[in-house]
């Protein structure tokens, strides 16, 4: 269940990564589009939280350890917002490239949660 | 509503204390003031510096305060790693020449720790018994450690030459 997750968060915030990359490529700030995929990724990382959450009240542990994978969990449900208030203040090309980043940073975010989580090892 | 006209033709305010540049002839896009070290790109190397501070302050925290013993170097050097990029993010976002000299030497500082751990990993990989966010020159972080302080000298320099060429720190879209 939570692979499924990490993986929709993954995919989903790189392709925003990719969208706003190449609004940055064009030399545009970021428009109502891009932040309504800014919204879908955020609603998906809440999504994730709260999954997450369930599954640590159900007994079930991260194998590397309860409080980095709470930090891990608050950081990549963060992430997309903070890009957002940021690219909000730099209405330029390089506001497009906040979010860019930002997608990036939160698969590898994922990435670490996956890790973290142990599903490698059943 | 009748009595005061709201139409203002000059988008100049008029008394500027200490203006030095209230003059039409430079465009002001094409002036990168020393100030504004945290607008255009510079937005871009404060968000990334700002992730890098939360990331490797809390990572030592944590090792700190749960397994210090298991290998001390490593999570002080992760400590010291977070207080730089805290130091760099905070004279970005506040700006002004006294931070952008802050700033340079705290990237150097960046880019000399990270050149150091990087290379001592990859030599002696038992060097530290624990990662830090500069092994193997930040491998674990999409490289983003050695690339940062990198980009952020050359952004810092470019800061300092008023009116250089083609260097828009400020917005041109407003």
Same mark, same amino acid.
């Given at each position: ?58 007994? *079930? ?48 975010? *994922? ?12 | ?5 709201? $139409? ?24 990168? $003031?020393?100030?504004?070290?945290? #607008? ?12 890098? #501070? ?8 944590? $090792?700190?305060? #749960? ?48 050149? #150091? ?43 300092? $030459? ?13």
């Amino acid at each position: 269940m939570l692979t499924a997750v990490i993986v929709t968060v993954s995919v989903t915030a790189l392709l925003l990564s990719a969208w706003c990359g190449y609004a940055a490529y064009r030399d545009s700030p970021t428009k109502d589009w891009h932040f309504g995929g800014m919204a879908v990724v955020t609603l998906v990382a809440l999504l994730q939280l709260v999954i997450s959450v369930v599954q640590l009240a159900r007994g *079930e542990r991260p194998e590397q350890g309860l409080a980095v994978f709470l930090a891990y969990l608050i950081g990549a449900a963060c992430t997309i917002p903070a890009a957002a208030f940021m690219s909000l203040a730099e209405r330029t090309r390089w506001g497009s490239a906040i979010v860019a980043a930002g997608g990036i940073i939160l698969a590898v975010l *994922e990435l670490r949660l996956d890790q973290i989580w142990g599903n490698g090892h059943g | 509503m009748a009595d005061r006209t709201p $139409q203002h033709p000059a988008p100049a305010p008029p008394a500027a204390p200490e203006g030095r540049d209230d003059r039409e002839g430079v465009p002001a896009a094409a002036r990168p $003031q020393a100030g504004k070290i945290g #607008t255009g790109p510079g937005r871009l190397l404060l968000w990334l510096y700002g992730i890098f #501070t939360v990331a490797a302050l809390s990572r030592s925290i944590v $090792q700190i305060s #749960t397994k210090f013993h298991h290998a001390p170097l490593a999570y002080v050097l992760s400590l010291v790693a977070g207080v730089l990029y805290a130091v760099i993010l905070t004279a970005l976002v506040k700006g002004g020449e006294s931070a952008r000299r802050l700033a340079l030497v705290c990237c150097s500082l960046e880019l000399l720790g990270v050149l #150091t751990v990087g290379t001592l990993t990859v030599v002696d990989s038992s060097a530290f018994p624990d990662a830090t966010v500069w092994s193997y020159y930040g491998a674990g972080y999409i490289l983003l450690p050695v690339v940062l302080p990198v980009t952020g000298l050359i952004w810092l320099r470019r800061a300092a $030459q008023p009116a250089a060429d083609g260097t828009p720190a400020e917005s041109k879209a407003a």
